[in-house]
T-cell receptor
Framework: DTGVSQDPRHKITKRGQNVTFRCDPI?????LYWYRQTLGQGPEFLTY????????KSRLLSDRFSAERPKGSFSTLEIQRTEQGDSAMYLC?????????????FGPGTRLTVL | AQTVTQSQPEMSVQEAETVTLSCTYD???????LFWYKQPPSRQMILVIR??????QNATENRFSVNFQKAAKSFSLKISDSQLGDAAMYFC???????????FGKGTLLTVNP
């Protein structure tokens, strides 16, 4: 296993279109996180899953955003009716929750550009 | 809400020299974790070093060490013997006692000059 992977790496779309991103975590990692990173900022937490259950969503995750993790494996993040403000890098991370500490391993990200 | 502040948008260091990156945070929790992440240009973020708040001893990983001042809520990263490969954006991050979501600072862009 080579780490967290994300697909696509880059996505250019027109305003109003729907987009879907995929994240494949490190196998056997039971936690999966989504973050958004805009230019000049640090990543901001969006949501996270423990196995297939979505346990928390940030208020940044508007109704146009939905995330799933069927069967507790890969995850998808969908943005409906994209807006220019959605342009950002979307990062996925995974971890194995053991005891009190779990290091998050990040994927390379999907860079979204909304025209 | 927890906040993380990195007051140095950019720093530069000569190769083989030492540089310190600053980070302060605000929290009301007593149990938490602090991290420094490195994000090289167009590459994925990797963990450099972590510190558990309940540990008084400062963490060290090879050339990387931290100065953790819990009362002052300060968490600086020292890079010794800087190498060209250390050039990257460095993010300070916080995670609460349940240790799931990370709260990041805005980052410090480190340039290493040959």
């Amino acid at each position: 296993d080579t780490g967290v992977s994300q697909d696509p790496r880059h996505k250019i779309t027109k305003r109003g279109q729907n987009v879907t991103f995929r994240c494949d975590p490190i196998s056997e990692h039971n936690r999966l996180y989504w973050y958004r990173q805009t230019l000049g900022q640090g990543p901001e937490f969006l949501t996270y899953f423990q196995n297939e259950a979505q346990l928390e969503k940030s208020r940044l995750l508007s109704d146009r955003f939905s995330a799933e993790r069927p069967k507790g494996s890969f995850s998808t993040l969908e943005i409906q009716r994209t807006e220019q403000g959605d342009s950002a890098m979307y990062l996925c991370a995974s971890s194995l929750a053991v005891g009190l500490y779990n290091e998050q391993f990040f994927g390379p990200g999907t860079r979204l550009t909304v025209l | 809400a927890q906040t993380v502040t990195q007051s140095q948008p950019e720093m530069s260091v000569q190769e083989a020299e030492t540089v310190t990156l600053s980070c302060t945070y605000d929290t009301s929790e007593s149990d938490y974790y602090l991290f420094w992440y490195k994000q090289p240009p167009s590459r994925q973020m990797i963990l450099v070093i972590r510190q558990e708040a309940y540990k008084q001893q400062n963490a060290t990983e090879n050339r990387f060490s931290v100065n953790f001042q819990k009362a002052a809520k300060s968490f600086s990263l020292k890079i010794s013997d800087s190498q060209l490969g250390d050039a990257a954006m460095y993010f300070c991050a916080y995670a609460g006692g349940s240790n799931y979501k990370l709260t990041f600072g805005k980052g410090t862009l480190l340039t290493v000059n040959p």
